[in-house]
């Protein structure tokens, strides 16, 4: 039996429960002094949890506890000063990342490792003989339908920071190989010259031109600076300029480099450490005037901005661009230029918006990422995979959406239901996600998948696959597709060898309540 | 509701404290039954319901047997009435899956059927309410978090009474209170009936009591986030790795901290719950004692998760029979009983053979030529070492095959090249801390400090020493505490890299 021996003195005993009980209601007390406001988790660049209501129905009763339980994980009081004393134990005592997602390097450089960044850049994740045909594969099914209708393209590549800082990576990251960009770049034959850019080159020698205060990329965060960017957007012109003769980029002398008066682009207010950790940066400040005029995003596309020339003489270009995150610091640059842009922020090519945006150019402008984050998916209007779907005959996994049997399984904060003739899921937010029912798949053969999924917004659906070798999650085993508001027809060909039969759903980036009406897995091929 | 979520410790905490202290004495009971209630049913409500079918039908079945004391063949058949319903319980909970699944491949293996048999929990039908509540999406069972300790402590509580070790508890808040109390429901100390049977109609929170609770507590939160969690960072990552992948350098790192992971979490829950215990009034048993130190098997196992060896030793080994019997007897009575005591641990052949090697162990360790190699110098910690090696691979690999590999590059045979997975990728310098930090408070240095300190303000409270020595104590203990805190915090961080991406 566990005994109190006397080892303290009663006036001990008393500071000591003191300090405990004070420790334990701290954080009641801070959330009754701050608003909830000051201790919101959106610097973490997520939605938080809502607060909790209670409707008279069972499943609200039921499921009380977990909402009030992921309410309170993201609003307990003191949860930020926690969490900046935890980052700042890590970074600056103990010479560690606070969080996976981004690695510490030398001299506190930041270098993002979320989704295994890191393993693909150093050419330690690459892509199979297979996969790197199917993407070969994939572009040029993607160049042919854009040059039946007229519309030229470019694919504007940007690396990873680690490929253009490597010296300032932790000790143990050694560079093994290409990268999965550069592995596909070199599968893509000489006709491709005029269509690709990768400006990679451009940025190790922007990088020499380096000052303590004046670094090309930002050194706690993970993509370039303006100088970084200017250089790019550069490259990007010269190539833009083989396709449109009038366009040229703007000499540097219409800039001027100034200290950045904010941070930019920084880990740190992720940390919590905002106050603490700074970089020294500059910015590129236009001296001519500006015309671009942003317009803001479509009605119906909350990932979408439109930029338009003020005073445009009309015979500029309007260009569509399909982008990730590096093309933030680009955007001021790359606007000025074009009497429309329409700037997307999704990885996948959505064949709908083309047809009928109708531009003149269709921009891919995307980091190294791009190849660690999507699967060669094309829509089926392009590759046919409802054709396969259908010639298919092996039926591997047949759903009924009207008693969700087999059950699609809810995790994180999802809820499933079956009601009105159709299996619905609700998501609060991107990270929840639903399991599908687990399949065998059949050797040598391919699985071609069916959903039919009503979304009540253009958003992003993610499949996410698993492999005997890697048996998890992670977004590189994932097929994104875009859905559209309303009913859409899905169908996607699981072409990657080994699979386990483990499919994770995660319906759209956005949370809401989607609708499932049918989903089905067959098999063909030997 | 785990002790290390900042639910608990920020809000459920303080208020149970709260409630307890502010309660006269009587209902004191009746509030730390309805937290109880609320702590288990938190994630899952449904087994809430069947706690309360557990605590309905063994305090009747106690009941039962105290009335029936005068008449053994009767109260013998309650009490295995009691077993059976218990162990029934136990059994289709957290063993049907298992036995339905190899009851399915031995068909198979002799042709009977064509392919494995669905999973168990299909046969429950496919209600809302079953594929909701009772079985998982694969098909599987759903377990009842905690129900291996509080079937156990129900067995005892009737078998106590059966023994005339302790008379039935006539009140069913009481009783309740025994089979749920919070602090060890889920994780244990596994309690004895006998041992808080007095506690729960009289108890006494004292202020020494309390503030030994506090250092319990805090010392356990303290394991378990300071030193499990982050050494369970790359144990994560590293038993991910593939067959091609694992280095044998990787490997010996992965079971160091996978070792050191499982002490921490076990012994810091054990911590936590016997300081809950000392803050509500309540006595539990000591749960662990410097395990590594053990110069053997058999002294590992009164080291270790202490209230389960003596509770196999007690209600199983000395009811088959003990050391009563014939040498070959015990031998297997030994056997056997660690190797119940190893499926325990969990429905899976690695728990199985896990339990059986350390039975195995035990038998040779009697043998007079084994006993005096043990008192060697040296050599006996290193066998106890390889024997935890090689016993907790079993415990945290998917199945044999990936435990045989995972052996396999512990003795070299691990893939030779690191380039794809150097040290460092697994291994940030706050896991190197929470590595040197764990062997050094696994050894008796730590402890040995301690009781020199304890030695000290005992001796003299009043010294100048004495009194450094217990403000540095809270000192270290508040930090401690915040510190904790911080990484409880850090477990809630959750940063992404784009909003809109």
């Known amino acids: 039996m566990s005994t109190a021996g006397r080892t303290s003195t009663p006036k001990h005993d008393i500071v000591l429960i003191v300090l405990f009980v004070a420790s334990l209601v701290a954080p009641v007390i801070d959330m009754c002094v701050r608003p909830m406001e000051a201790r919101t988790p959106t610097v973490e660049l997520r939605t938080p949890a809502p607060v909790p209501t209670l409707e008279p129905t069972l499943e609200s009763v039921a499921t009380l506890p977990v909402r009030v339980e992921s309410w309170w994980k993201d609003f307990f009081g003191l949860r930020d000063l926690l969490i900046g004393m935890r980052s700042y134990t890590y970074w600056y005592g103990l010479r560690s990342s606070p969080t996976p997602e981004v690695l510490r390097g030398k001299h506190g450089w930041v270098f993002f490792d979320g989704n295994e960044n890191i393993a693909c850049d150093r050419g330690a994740s690459p892509l199979s003989t297979q996969e790197v045909d199917a993407w070969v594969k994939l572009l040029g099914a993607r160049r042919a339908w854009l040059e039946a209708r007229g519309i030229k393209q470019l694919y504007a590549f940007v690396p990873s920071k680690l490929l253009v800082y490597p010296e ?67 490259e990007i012109m010269a190539k833009l300029h083989e396709h449109f003769p009038s366009l040229s980029p703007e000499p540097k002398s219409n800039f001027k480099s100034m200290p950045a008066p904010r941070q930019g682009d920084t880990w740190a207010k992720r940390f919590y450490l905002d106050h603490v950790m700074l970089q020294s940066i500059k910015v ?117 959406p009207v008693k969700n049997q087999p059950p699609l399984v809810p995790q994180e904060g999802a809820l499933v239901e079956p009601r009105d003739g159709a299996t619905w899921i609700w998501t609060p937010g991107a990270s929840d996600t639903v399991l599908l029912p687990r399949f065998e798949p059949p050797p040598g053969k391919t699985p071609y998948l069916h959903l039919s999924i009503d979304s009540p917004w253009e958003t992003d659906l993610h499949l996410m696959f698993q492999t005997h070798a890697e048996p998890s999650w992670a977004r590189r085993r994932a097929m994104p597709v875009g859905l559209h508001p309303g009913l859409n027809e899905v169908y996607l060909a699981l072409s990657t060898p080994d699979l386990n039969g483990a499919l994770l759903l995660r319906p759209g980036r956005r949370g809401g309540k989607y609708r499932v009406l049918a989903l089905e897995l067959r098999a063909a091929g030997e | 509701m785990l002790f290390s979520s900042p639910i608990f410790l920020f809000l459920f905490l303080p208020l149970v404290l709260a409630g307890n202290f502010a309660l006269p004495t009587r209902w004191r009971n009746a509030w730390l039954l309805g937290a109880s209630l609320l702590f288990y049913g938190w994630g899952e409500p449904i087994f809430a319901l069947f706690m309360l079918l557990s605590i309905g039908a063994n305090w009747v079945f106690g009941l039962s047997v105290q009335r029936l004391r005068d008449r053994p063949s009767r109260a013998k058949a309650v009490v295995a009435l009691a077993v059976v319903f218990n162990l029934g319980l136990l059994g289709y909970f957290k063993y049907a899956d298992f036995v339905w699944e190899q009851l399915g491949l031995a068909l198979h293996a002799l042709g009977v059927i064509d392919g494995p048999l669905p999973r168990a929990g299909i046969l ?200 009563r019997v014939a040498a070959w007897r015990a031998s297997f009575n030994l056997i056997l009983t660690f190797t119940l005591c190893g499926l325990w641990h969990g429905a899976s052949w690695n728990f199985l053979i896990f339990g059986f090697l350390h039975g195995v162990l035990l038998v040779l360790e009697r043998r007079p030529a084994f006993a005096r190699v043990l008192e060697w110098p040296v050599l006996p910690h290193l066998y106890v070492l390889g024997v935890l ?70 001796s003299s409270a009043r010294s100048p020493r004495a009194q450094a020595l217990q403000v540095a104590r809270t000192a270290a203990l508040f930090l401690l505490f915040w510190f904790s805190a911080a990484e409880l915090a850090g477990s809630t961080f959750n940063p992404f890299v784009y909003f809109r991406f």
């Not at chain 1, 093994?176 to 690709?196: F, M, T, Y």
């Not at chain 1, 001519?288 to 803001?296: C, N, Q, T």
């Not at chain 2, 794809?420 to 040197?436: F, K, N, T």
Request: with cysteine; charged share 20%; hydrophobic share 45%.
């Open chain 2, 124 to 323: 429950l039908g496919d209600s809302e309410f079953v594929t909701t509540n009772l079985i998982t999406q694969a098909g599987a069972i759903r377990l009842p978090i905690g129900i291996s300790f509080f079937t156990f402590h129900a067995l005892s509580y009737v078998i106590d009474i059966y023994r005339r070790d302790s008379d039935a508890q006539q009140n069913p808040v009481g009783f309740a209170l025994y089979l749920s109390l919070f602090p060890q429901l889920i994780a244990g100390p596994i309690l004895r009936y006998k041992d808080i049977a007095p506690q729960l109609s009289t108890r006494k929170v004292t202020l020494d009591g309390f503030a030994y609770g506090v250092r319990r507590f805090v010392v356990g939160l303290g394991k378990k986030c300071l030193i499990a969690n982050v050494c369970f960072v790359p144990v994560d990552r590293i038993f991910a790795l593939g067959a091609g992948e694992l280095t044998t350098e990787l490997a010996w790192i992965g079971i160091t901290c996978y070792c050191l992971h499982l002490f921490y979490d076990f012994s810091g829950y054990s911590d936590m719950a016997i300081g809950l215990g000392h803050m509500v009034g309540f006595r539990f048993r000591e749960n662990f004692d410097m395990p590594f130190v053990s110069r053997s098997i058999t002294e590992f196992w009164r080291r270790w998760h202490i209230s389960l060896s003596t509770w196999f030793r007690d209600y199983l080994y000395i009811s088959l029979g003990g050391n």
């Open chain 1, 168 to 234: 300032e990576a932790p000790e143990w990251v050694k560079i093994l190989g290409p990268s999965r960009l550069e592995q596909v770049l070199a599968k893509l034959d000489p006709s491709w010259n005029a269509d690709v850019v990768y400006v990679k080159e451009g940025q190790l020698a922007e990088k020499q031109a380096d000052t303590p205060d004046d670094p090309a990329w930002f050194p706690l965060g993970t993509h370039f600076c303006d100088r970084g960017a200017f250089r790019a957007y550069g």
């Open chain 1, 284 to 400: 590129l400040v236009p001296t001519a005037p500006r015309h671009a005029v942003a317009l803001g995003g479509l009605p119906d596309n909350p990932r979408s901005d439109q930029d338009r020339l003020d005073g445009a003489r009309g015979d500029e270009p309007r260009i569509l661009v399909f982008h990730d995150s590096n093309a933030e610091r680009l955007r001021p640059f790359l606007s000025e230029h074009f009497r429309e842009v329409l700037w997307i922020w999704r990885s996948d090519f959505d064949i709908d918006l083309v047809e009928s945006w109708k531009p003149d150019l269709v921009l891919f402008l995307f980091g190294d990422r791009f190849f660690l984050l999507t699967s060669p998916t094309l829509d089926p209007r392009i590759q046919d995979v409802k054709s396969d779907f259908d010639a298919a005959s092996e039926i591997l996994l047949s759903f009924d």
């Open chain 2, 389 to 458: 090696v090689v016993s907790w691979v079993l415990f945290n690999c998917r199945d044999l095959a990936h435990a045989g590999w995972f052996l396999g590059a512990l003795g070299g045979a691990g893939e030779f090249s690191s380039v794809l997975h150097p040290i460092g990728r697994h291994m940030q310098p706050v896991h190197w801390c929470a590595l040197v930090a764990g062997v050094f408070f696994a050894l008796p240095y730590a402890s040995r400090l301690a009781a020199w300190r304890d030695g000290v303000i005992a």
